[in-house]
């Protein structure tokens, strides 16, 4: 392949220069060195303006912009238009996470420099890796509006005719990423790897819902990508279905922090009860697969019964076939329900 200077350059500094570089171009003195390149980034600006500010302007008359160097935030942009001016404070990830309360500080010092110099705030998170839909709401909740992956590649294609190399290899660069999370859909499930995984739980995210997605790393080792696909109560005991990148494991939870009981308790005890429970659902109602995991743990969250990889997702040699992987998530969750149901009635 074609050498791509942001295979080698991957760090997040790197990604914020290409944003602080591709703002400046929106800047109407740029226009005579490229006019094409100048076109995207006022309609870049222009997009991210408008997610949090319904007034429209006529044109942009001067664009600053620059990363760090101002209270640790990633890029800024000085953006003046005939109508309003406006602040942008972009936090810029790639694979890592917002933390500290980052984006409240930024934002109260966003709307400081507002107040004292009649600017409007825009905040932007923008993210080109994957994270959980759970986390961008909490962003979101904070005040920023986000820009993600598929919205950064569809505003670049758009503007595909640009013959300059360094927003070239930045495209091409988006695209191999989108593609690396996308390659579930045509390798085989034997051949998966972390990607393909991330990539099919945001499909799940997308089809059914997910409770939450994330890395789990047990203090033993043998860390996976994981997938919550509900949260019911039993008994005061959260239980819920979890693809444990291979098998689906019906969970129940004994932290003291998720359950709502106020007796003691013996935590075998109760995974036992909800084991015993779930077998006799689902010998009851003929769904063979759902089995007592080879061993049982003791912990804050317990693995009481599993379907097999293979019998939920699909074979390793083939293909996933997505309606039938819905169809089959959606009956099992339905089944957790039951199980819950029944032993009320009962």
Known sequence: MKPNIFDIATKELHQDAFIAWLIQWADPENKKHDDLLHSCAQEFLRQLIAAQHQQTFSTITKVEAGRGGWEYIDIWALVNTPEDNYLLIIEDKTFSSEHSDQLIRYKKTGEDYCAKNNFKLVLVYIKTGSEPERILNLIRSKGFHTFNRQDFIKLLEKHKDINNNIFRDFTDRLLNVEATYNAFLTTKIDNWN???????YQFLEHEIGLVHWHYVNPPGGGGFWNACLNWEDWEGFPVYLQIEQGKLCFKIATAPDEIDVDYEFNRGEIRNKWNSIILAKAKSIGISEVRRPDRFGSGNY???????????????NSIIDKPAIIKRLNRYKEFLVGCIISKEMN
Do not use: K, N, S
């Open 194 to 200: 972390d990607e393909c995984w991330i990539g099919f």
């Open 302 to 316: 317990m693995t009481a019964a599993i379907v097999e990889r293979d019998v939920w997702l699909g074979l390793g």
